[in-house]
């Protein structure tokens, strides 16, 4: 069986991007839970601290899922 490629993306936005579409965005990554692959990193110049902390934590979670510990 043939396994899908685990990318690892990172995003940086021109300041003309509008951030709430990206805190929405975000927002969705969250409250979807642990991703089937590495969730997008972001330039965080213009996200708050609370979803910083909580992308920190998704990718911390899916880090342990990938190693097997979690």
């Known amino acids: 069986m043939k396994k899908?490629?685990?990318l690892l993306?990172?995003?940086?936005?021109?300041?003309?991007?509008?951030?709430?579409k990206i805190n929405a965005y975000i927002d969705k990554?969250?409250?979807?839970g642990i991703?089937?692959?590495?969730p997008p990193f972001f330039d965080y110049?213009?996200?708050d601290s609370e979803?910083?902390?909580q992308l920190?934590?998704?990718?911390?979670t899916y880090d342990l899922k990938i190693r097997g510990d979690g």
């Not at 920190?56 to 911390?60: F, G, H, M």
């Open 45 to 47: 110049g213009f996200i």
């Open 35 to 38: 991703p089937d692959s590495w």
């Open 4 to 6: 899908k490629p685990n």
């Open 9 to 20: 993306i990172h995003f940086n936005f021109e300041k003309s991007v509008d951030p709430g």
């Open 56 to 60: 920190k934590n998704l990718y911390k």
């Open 51 to 53: 979803r910083r902390s």
């Open 29 to 32: 990554l969250v409250a979807a």
